[in-house]
């Protein structure tokens, strides 16, 4: 059975894919608003984690209406869950199984399970959330083991992730006074730098 | 790194030991009212997976509190929801990873994220709910790809779970009748009969 997980080269989408391993085969999917560089940093980290890896460029309609609820809105919550609820029904066309890395206390991007009946049944799709059962401490210890990330600023673009993407979009169309205005400042993300064990076990 | 987890026999809690398997080592624990023979089916079902597995009985006030929740309140989501809590708080007391088999779309037992949070600090212990993530479907699929399991009413005393136990102690106590006026009707549960592959795997 094959699941398509959302993918950002961040830790938590990382290990949600070496959670699904032993019961899946993984493709890693990786979404862009059309700057073949954002889709770098998710590549390489695949590659350490020795999953198959896919970019996929939303069409630029989701970018508009994205950057329109940004402004309209002036908080970054309804266009996250926007990216993300379009991802995974681009997703969901093609694929019976679809994951992501949203964790228990996550709160955006989140679907209530109202959404996440109606995508599936929708698309008859099952919508999977290794993540959501662990708490963000034993999601730490787990990362820990079988990972070697940083966590880097926002600004830094470290990740290829929905927030990272929408931030260099508003600021490539607005100025960076938007983005301060818009989003939280001292923002962290994970880039996944190595799989621990992996190198050794691909050797023998 | 060692998790404790909830165990009845079965599908649910079953699935949810071979989902943790890759990553913990597992101790299966089924808990109880005192009849040694309750633990049977739970015993089977362990040892049919290939997991170590311990029986523990509940303190009498245990019981007591949860008889007197059915008969007051006239349903059994209360009293379902206490001596769940009452057996993850026991094995906190002793495992740093405690899990159970609930799901995504279960109302009872159910702890809400307050509770969660609570017993998670009280205890410095990580509460794993490896079934959150999935839905019914998923989660059907994939046990039926990993078990081999029959599902069987209630009265059949199918599995060691809250459930039958209580309905045995309450019939015990005050008859049939008031367990039919207290518990639905035509309840189902599942029991596992075989791992699918683990005897090859064994034999190898």
Same mark, same amino acid.
């Given at each position: 059975?094959?699941?398509?997980v959302l #993918? @950002?080269?961040?830790?938590?989408s990382?290990?949600t894919?070496? !959670?699904?391993?032993? #019961?899946?085969?993984?493709?890693?999917?990786?979404? %862009?608003? +059309?700057?073949?560089?954002?889709? *770098?940093?998710? *590549?390489?980290?695949?590659?350490?984690? =020795?999953?198959?890896?896919?970019?996929? &460029?939303?069409?630029? /309609?989701?970018?508009?209406?994205?950057?329109?609820?940004? !402004? @309209?809105?002036?908080?970054?919550?309804?266009?996250?869950?926007?990216?993300h609820?379009?991802?995974l029904?681009?997703?969901?066309?093609?694929?019976?199984?679809v994951a992501d890395g949203t964790?228990?206390?996550?709160?955006?991007?989140?679907?209530?399970?109202?959404?996440?009946?109606?995508?599936? /049944?929708?698309? $008859?799709?099952?919508y999977i959330r290794?993540?959501?059962?662990? %708490?963000?401490?034993?999601?730490?210890? !787990?990362?820990?083991?079988?990972?070697?990330?940083?966590?880097?600023?926002?600004? /830094?673009?470290?990740? &290829?992730?929905?927030?990272?993407?929408?931030?260099?979009?508003?600021?490539?169309? $607005? =100025?960076?006074?938007?983005?301060?205005?818009?989003?939280?400042?001292?923002?962290?993300?994970?880039?996944?730098?190595?799989?621990? +064990?992996?190198?050794?076990?691909?050797?023998?």
């Amino acid at each position: 059975m094959k699941v398509a997980v959302l #993918f @950002s080269g961040g830790k938590d989408s990382a290990l949600t894919s070496i !959670l699904l391993e032993p #019961f899946f085969e993984i493709e890693l999917v990786t979404f %862009g608003y +059309g700057h073949p560089e954002t889709h *770098e940093v998710a *590549e390489k980290a695949a590659e350490a984690l =020795g999953f198959p890896h896919r970019a996929v &460029s939303f069409q630029e /309609d989701v970018l508009e209406e994205a950057l329109r609820m940004l !402004l @309209s809105c002036g908080y970054p919550k309804n266009a996250l869950n926007y990216v993300h609820q379009c991802a995974l029904e681009i997703l969901a066309q093609e694929n019976k199984f679809v994951a992501d890395g949203t964790k228990r206390e996550d709160r955006v991007p989140m679907m209530t399970p109202n959404e996440v009946r109606s995508l599936e /049944d929708r698309f $008859c799709v099952h919508y999977i959330r290794p993540l959501a059962g662990y %708490g963000s401490k034993a999601i730490n210890i !787990l990362a820990s083991s079988y990972l070697e990330f940083e966590m880097l600023p926002s600004e /830094d673009r470290p990740a &290829s992730d929905f927030e990272v993407g929408l931030r260099q979009a508003l600021e490539a169309r $607005c =100025g960076p006074e938007t983005v301060t205005k818009i989003f939280p400042a001292h923002h962290i993300h994970s880039r996944v730098i190595r799989r621990k +064990g992996f190198e050794q076990k691909n050797q023998r």
